[in-house]
């Protein structure tokens, strides 16, 4: 009989491919930064690491609006707090939780964690999560530019990234 391509529409690749990314430039954009005071020998690591990506994607120190809070679990009250005013287009979370020094680690990380996301979910600005939760000191040092990146450089990217890809699905409406 015929051939019959099942994949041809089966693949969503197959047919014209949709896909909206945002990209990495910021031109425009205004970002509040939250940043735990607690562990800041990591947290202002982690916050060189979000400017320096900001600053080197095209972000003016006037689209910057730094918010410091006293530890990790005061980072969600303060993003809802800048969200709801919608005068930034994004949320930059930074705050390190060290497991060994930490009581109740995981109920203060979960609660974190879990405030963070409701704050992104009922504003619907991004917010990206640069909360390091690690065993000990030398992971977080790691992690906030020693040997394994720099998680507040990855926050800054992801909300670059989120606000160009709202503002492509805005466009395409
Ligand atoms: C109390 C506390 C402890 C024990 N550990 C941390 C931590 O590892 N990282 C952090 O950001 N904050 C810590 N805190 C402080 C709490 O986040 C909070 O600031 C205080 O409990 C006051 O509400």
Redesign the pocket.
């Known amino acids: 009989g015929t051939s019959f391509a099942f994949w041809e529409w089966a693949d969503p690749l197959a047919g014209k491919p949709v896909a909206l990314e945002g990209d990495l430039t910021a031109q425009g954009m205004k970002f509040a930064i939250i940043v735990?005071r607690?562990?800041s020998v990591i947290t202002d690591r982690l916050l060189q690491g979000a400017l320096d990506c900001l600053y080197r994607s095209g972000v003016r120190k006037d689209q910057v609006n730094i918010l410091r809070v006293?530890?990790?679990?005061?980072i969600p009250s303060a993003a809802r707090g800048v969200a709801e005013t919608k005068l930034v287009d994004a949320v930059i979370t930074l705050?390190?939780?060290?497991r060994g020094?930490?009581?109740h680690y995981e109920a203060?990380y979960n609660e974190v964690a879990r405030g963070i996301g409701q704050s992104q979910q009922d504003t619907g600005i991004p917010h990206t999560f640069g909360v390091l939760t690690t065993e000990t000191l030398e992971q977080a040092l790691d992690r906030a530019g020693l040997k394994a990146g720099n998680k507040g450089f990855e926050a800054a990217s992801a909300a670059i990234e989120m606000v160009s890809l709202h503002r492509k699905v805005a466009a395409n409406a």
């Open positions: 735990a607690w562990n006293p530890g990790a679990w005061e705050g390190c939780l060290i020094e930490t009581a203060i």
